[in-house]
């Protein structure tokens, strides 16, 4: 069983709609969780940290449910240069990569 | 500028050759680690280091080999014992073993010649 998983996508979404992804986990130990984007042929650049009271970065908003084990990223009126790969990861002994749930933002 | 930088960009390999993959950080950073990751894959830990003179064997770490013999370096050889190692190789680093943020270099993309 993965200690994380995300569901793959491809989301394709207008510009300026609002678009959600979850990612589940399967260890209740888990510490600490984070978003992150890649681009295409590019590294995995963090996106914001996900706190248990939920966390706002513009049109970011991550939230954290530990009942039910998931994650949560909402990215309201979406530009194209939203389009890229976003990662879950969960901190438990080590880091653990969701595979990645694929935006691309239509003009 | 503090960061992680990898060399090279794009590396060929001949068959039954090594290659070694470099990895450097100025983070201060005690933790490091190299991942795997496959088009349309997510990323596979091969090995990773808790401090200098200390690795560990991550998930996929047949026909790989790494040292740490400096805290700020963490070289990757990809031996030719590894039958499929095309792919794109990420190193990684942070504060302590899963403590922190991970910070990434820009990767090397490996192919088979």
């Known amino acids: 069983r993965k200690e994380v998983e995300q569901d793959p996508g491809p989301f394709n979404v207008p510009e300026g709609a609002t678009v959600a992804f979850n990612c589940t986990y399967s260890?209740?130990?888990?510490?600490?969780f984070f978003w992150y984007r890649q681009d295409c042929r590019k590294e995995p650049k963090l996106l914001m940290s996900v706190y248990s009271s939920g966390n706002e970065d513009g049109r970011f908003t991550a939230q954290l449910n530990r009942a039910s084990q998931y994650i949560s990223l909402l990215i309201r009126d979406s530009k194209l240069s939203d389009s890229a790969t976003y990662l879950c990861v969960v901190i438990i002994d080590q880091f653990y990569f969701g595979t990645g749930t694929s935006l691309t933002v239509i003009p | 500028d503090g960061g992680i930088t990898q060399s090279p960009k794009y590396l060929f390999r001949k068959e039954g050759q090594n290659v070694t993959l470099s990895c450097e950080q100025n983070?201060?950073?005690?933790?490091m680690y190299w991942y795997r990751q496959d088009p349309g894959q997510g990323l596979r830990l091969i090995y990773y280091?808790?401090?200098?003179?200390?690795?560990q064997k991550g998930d996929i770490a047949e026909g790989y080999s790494v040292s740490r013999e400096k805290k700020e370096s963490f070289p990757l050889t990809v031996t030719s014992a590894q039958k499929n190692p095309t792919a794109f190789y990420l190193c990684?680093?942070?504060?302590?073993?899963?403590?922190?943020?991970?910070?990434f270099g820009p990767g090397t993309r490996l192919l088979v010649l």
């Open positions: 983070l201060n950073h005690d933790a």
């Open positions: 260890n209740s130990a888990s510490q600490s």
């Open positions: 280091s808790q401090i200098v003179n200390d690795f």
């Open positions: 990684a680093s942070s504060s302590g073993l899963a403590l922190g943020t991970q910070y």
